[in-house]
């Protein structure tokens, strides 16, 4: 499913799940599944065999060696999955966003784009901008302060 793009799994969803919330919530959830899964099995496989050995020489037991070793060494990748799981979530949602019933502001930017209202357009743009740099920055922060080991070595 990872190589099918996000916005080609929206007709299906809409046609199951009908428009409105649950059809614009859907295609979003399906587009970070992937990159999340991915960017997990992607961590867990770059645990080093070594980094095993040297918790149990260090005299690590079989229950603290999987929960001290395994979850925080891949925890680089998967924050990075999580914020390009963000991008792909914020990216779906803009585009099933005028699959809503209630006019919001999907629907007003499609409205803008027909009648070539450049002004909207480009505000509509600014803020979508300005709402995802607002939820990255926190993310890269949170990274910074939680995997402080990310990118040395």
Not at 66 to 91: D, H, K, M, W, Y
Not at 127 to 137: Q, R, S, W
């Amino acid at each position: 499913m990872r190589p099918v793009p996000p916005l080609a799994r929206c007709p299906p969803v809409v046609i199951w799940a009908g428009i409105g919330e649950v059809g614009k919530i859907i295609p979003p959830s399906l587009a970070a599944l992937w990159s999340m899964t991915i960017a997990a099995h992607v961590g867990v496989l770059e645990v080093a065999i070594s980094s095993l050995q040297a918790a149990y020489s260090l005299g690590a037991s079989k229950g603290q060696n999987p929960r001290q070793v395994i979850v925080r060494n891949p925890a680089p990748e998967i924050s990075t999955g999580a914020r390009v799981a963000l991008g792909a979530c914020c990216g779906t949602l803009v585009a099933t966003e005028p699959t809503a019933p209630e006019v919001r502001a999907g629907m007003r930017l499609v409205g803008a784009l027909k009648i070539q209202l450049t002004g909207i357009v480009i505000m509509a743009i600014i803020l979508i901008g300005a709402i995802g740099g607002g939820i990255h920055i926190p993310l890269c922060m949170a990274k910074r302060g939680r995997v402080p080991w990310s990118g040395r070595g």
